[in-house]
Each structure stands twice: as C-alpha cells, then as structure tokens.
C-alpha cells in the first residue's frame, strides 16, 4: 500500500512538473538552469535563467560602435543565447530614457525621477544578489549603486511588495519586460497580444512564474525578444493596438541600441 501511494506522489509530482501545466501554459525545460513558459492563450512567453549558470550583458550601441541592431543581430555577433531591450530609449535614437551604467561606460547619467526601478548586475562584491531589480521606494539605492557595475533603469512594474503599481488606461501594446521571481530566477518577458500594461501585471501575477518583481522595458513595434538554445529558436516582435491596420502588415524586427543578452557562465 505505501508503494503504491509512493509511485501515485511519483507520478503526480512529475505531473505537476512537467512540460504541460495546464491547458493552454506549456513549461520546456531547454537545458539546465534554462526553461521557456509559453501562456498562448494569453500569448505570453517568459524564459526563466537561473544565475547559477548563466550571466547578462548590457550591450550599447553607443559603447559599440553607435551601430542599432535587432536582439537577433545583437545575438548573432555577440554570441547570447538571448537579447530582450534594455529599455526605451530617447529621441535621439541611442540612450536610455533612464540611468544606465555598464562598467565604466555611461550611456545616460541622469536618474529620472519618475521611474523606480532599477536593473543591477555585474556586482562587485557577494553581499548582494547577482541580479536584481532595485525598487527606489524602498530600498537605498544610493547604497546599492555602488555594488554593482551594470544598472538600467525604468519604470516600475510589480513593487516589492508584489503589487500592480501601474495605472489603469486604455490604450493596449505588445509588452517586453524583465522580472526576478521568488527564487531569484531572471524572467524575461514578452507579451505579444496588446494589452493595457496594468492588465498585463495582472496576468503576470496570475500565472505560475511565482514572480517578485518586474521592470518594464518596452512596448509596441520596438519590444522584442530573441533566443536560441539547443535547437528552440524563436523572434518575438511587438505591435499596437491589436485593432490597428499595423496588425495586418508583415512584423519586421526593428533595430534597437540597448540590449540585455544571456551568456552561459
């Protein structure tokens, strides 16, 4: 009886686990420390990195070379497994709308005020964690911004209390965003069905990512996603508004100055 009872937990634990969480959310396991959440019914894709094997890069066009290039381009000359945006970026075509720092490289100085949240990795020292996302309302970033030789900042997504802190609005756009969950897993996020971001949280917090906090990259034609690892690949482009004309046309990956690329350790 207890064999039994044994091979049933078996069983409902490799369930539980497996590619298939529910009818329409579908978890791979591409190797090792590396695993893709596919929602399609929501048409949501997240791919989970554990830090204990692989490493980011912040990579710049104007530290470079000043040349713009697709997540996919990014990926190909610089060998990553995966390139998400690092954020939006200004009128002039080149720098972050917010702070960002790569080692010794400044591609903008300026701390918006408006934005709170802050992607750190590339740490100087082991007291703080590999990667995280810095949230201004209550940690001292201050502080931590010396521990750390890469930050990107944007805008905020999930608070470190868990919480949906955007505002609700109509306006609907494809979503690329970055998250730290609750084991310290870096999710990269792209949502291609347009959605109002508040109601894209929500779906964020509702799915099985177990999710801490998330920082918002990029929205619209620019947001996209590359990856390719042992035999998945896959281009993730955005749009607007699923209503617009834009919807109809052919998606062309648009080239973009600032990525954030995936390397194995």
């Not at 949906?164 to 870096?186: L, P, R, Y």
């Not at 779906?203 to 990512?209: C, E, F, T």
């Not at 993730?236 to 998606?251: A, C, F, R, V």
């Amino acid at each position: 009886m207890r064999v039994r009872k044994f091979i049933f937990l078996i069983y409902f634990l490799f369930f539980l686990f497996s590619e298939v969480h529910s009818e329409n959310q579908f978890l791979k396991r591409v190797s090792e420390g590396l695993s893709i959440l596919e929602a399609d019914q929501e048409k949501i894709t997240v791919i989970k990195i554990d830090t204990k094997y692989y490493q980011f890069k912040l990579l710049c066009a104007s530290e470079l070379g000043g040349t713009k290039m697709t997540p996919k381009g990014w990926s190909q000359k610089y060998n990553l497994i995966s390139a998400i945006n690092a954020g939006m970026f200004q009128t002039d075509g080149i720098k972050n709308v917010g702070y960002m720092k790569n080692f010794n490289h400044i591609n903008n100085p300026r701390l918006n005020q408006k934005y709170k949240a802050v992607l750190a990795f590339n740490p100087i020292d082991k007291t703080v964690p590999e990667i995280q996302i810095i949230d201004l309302t209550c940690q001292d970033f201050d502080k931590l911004k010396n521990k750390y030789q890469t930050l990107i900042q944007g805008i905020r997504m999930i608070s470190c209390r868990q919480e949906n802190v955007w505002e609700k609005q109509n306006k609907k756009w494809s979503t690329a965003a970055i998250g730290i969950d609750k084991n310290g897993n870096v999710l990269f996020i792209f949502g291609q069905k347009p959605y109002s971001v508040h109601d894209f949280i929500n779906i964020l917090l509702a799915l099985p990512i177990y999710i801490y906090n998330a920082m918002y990259l990029e929205g619209g034609p620019e947001a996209s996603l590359y990856f390719n690892s042992e035999g998945f690949e896959f281009e993730k482009i955005g749009t607007h508004n699923i209503d617009s004309n834009e919807d109809n046309l052919p998606q062309v990956a648009r080239p973009i100055p600032n990525v954030i690329g995936v390397i194995k350790k």
